[in-house]
Every structure is written in structure tokens, then in C-alpha cells.
T-cell receptor
Framework: SQQGEEDPQALSIQEGENATMNCSYK?????LQWYRQNSGRGLVHLIL?????REKHSGRLRVTLDTSKKSSSLLITASRAADTASYFC????????????????FGSGTQLTVLP | GAGVSQSPSNKVTEKGKDVELRCDPI?????LYWYRQSLGQGLEFLIY????????KSGLPSDRFSAERTGGSVSTLTIQRTQQEDSAVYLC???????????FGPGTRLLVL
């Protein structure tokens, strides 16, 4: 199955609550990235965490990475209605079979709905 | 500064016609990536460029797809003899170096009738 699978597929919360999304992957990675996509819009890069990092913060976002479990989580604190979007994790891995080419692989995303 | 731009933003074409999609990366970014997102699906990696060369073309869905990048800047993705299953949003991204954060353009919505 696919590298970079998010769960849950859909999440609905009230404004002000925290939202947690998880991502699991299968192979060794160089880094893991989280993106947001609003309906009908392009992807927006949120945060990148390198394979030797365990936690990273950016504003209301907190990302953790556990390379032993091959998983990452994205926490959005004090959610707002404007946070409603699809959230994707993407793994940056080196594809040895392709002569060490780098590849960014996205999961199918978590649809977050924040209710006012 | 200016972000990644793509053109056209929307393209409707008839089955069997060729289409050309354009990506203008952020100035100074050496790496450029093409992705495809079908309705309800995650992103599918197609190809990336380091400078003008594409080390790995295995992500292209078929030999009807080709991409080129000249001058280390603008890239075009060409789909020949389009099929209905080619309908998707085609996204381009660029980064300063391959290992760095990728910045995405708004995408081109392609509809093949």
C-alpha cells in the first residue's frame, strides 16, 4: 500500500478544540512534510521535519516524528474555522532502485472540518 | 516574492488531442517537481528535475507523458493523445535544492472530454 497514509480520513471538531492527525509510512525517509489544501486551491506547505528531529513547532502547529514506529503526527491547537481543509503528509525518500533519485510521496489526506 | 506559477489554470480538451502544461518555478530554485492529483486521491509523483536533467522518469504514467526543462527554469509537461483518465489537477513544485522544502503552484485542472 501507499507510503504516507494519514488517519483519520476525516475529522470534525468544534472551533477552539485541538486536532490531531497521524501519518504512517513504510520506508526510511530523509524528511517528512505536512501540507494543507483548501478546496479548489493548490497545496500549501506547512512544516518539514527531518529524520533526525523528533518534534517541531510552528505557530499553532506541532509535528512529531517517530522513526522507530515510522509515524508522524500533526497537532493543530486552538482550531479555527479557517483551518478547515485537507491535510497531507508527504515523505521524502531516496529511491535506491532509481539511482538514488529523491521522491516525495503523498498520502490521500485527512479532511478536517472545524465547526464554528 | 513571486511563488510558483502554472498555466493554464484550467484546460478542457478533447480525447486524442495533445496538451502542454507550463510551470514557472521560484527564481533560483534548482529542483522542480510535477505531481498529479485525481479527484479524491492523494498526490501522485510524476517526475522531478535537478537543473535541466530528470534523473528518474519512472513516475510518468505512460509514454504519452513527457516533460522538459530548459535553462534551469521553466518546465513543460506534455501529454500526447490525451485520454479521459488523464483528467486531474497537475501540480508543479520547486525547491532551492532537492532536499529542501517544496513550494507548490496552484495547479492546472485538466479535463479530457
Amino acid at each position: 500500500s501507499q507510503q504516507g497514509e494519514e488517519d483519520p480520513q476525516a475529522l470534525s471538531i468544534q472551533e477552539g478544540e485541538n486536532a490531531t492527525m497521524n501519518c504512517s509510512y513504510k520506508t526510511s525517509i530523509n524528511n517528512l512534510q505536512w501540507y494543507r489544501q483548501n478546496s479548489g486551491r493548490g497545496l500549501v506547505h506547512l512544516i518539514l521535519i527531518r529524520s533526525n528531529e523528533r518534534e517541531k513547532h510552528s505557530g499553532r502547529l506541532r509535528v512529531t516524528l517517530d522513526t522507530s514506529k515510522k509515524s508522524s503526527s500533526l497537532l493543530i491547537t486552538a482550531s479555527r474555522a479557517a483551518d478547515t481543509a485537507s491535510y497531507f503528509c508527504a515523505t521524502d525518500a531516496t529511491i535506491i532502485s532509481s539511482g538514488s533519485a529523491r521522491q516525495l510521496t503523498f498520502g490521500s489526506g485527512t479532511q478536517l472540518t472545524v465547526l464554528p | 516574492g513571486a511563488g510558483v506559477s502554472q498555466s493554464p489554470s484550467n484546460k478542457v480538451t478533447e480525447k486524442g488531442k495533445d496538451v502542454e502544461l507550463r510551470c514557472d518555478p521560484i527564481s533560483g530554485h534548482t529542483a522542480l517537481y510535477w505531481y498529479r492529483q485525481s479527484l479524491g486521491q492523494g498526490l501522485e509523483f510524476l517526475i522531478y528535475f535537478q537543473g535541466n536533467s530528470a534523473p528518474d522518469k519512472s513516475g510518468l504514467p505512460s509514454d504519452r507523458f513527457s516533460a522538459e526543462r530548459t535553462g534551469g527554469s521553466v518546465s513543460t509537461l506534455t501529454i500526447q493523445r490525451t485520454q479521459q483518465e488523464d483528467s486531474a489537477v497537475y501540480l508543479c513544485a520547486s525547491s532551492f535544492r532537492v532536499i529542501e522544502t517544496q513550494y507548490f503552484g496552484p495547479g492546472t485542472r485538466l479535463l479530457v472530454l
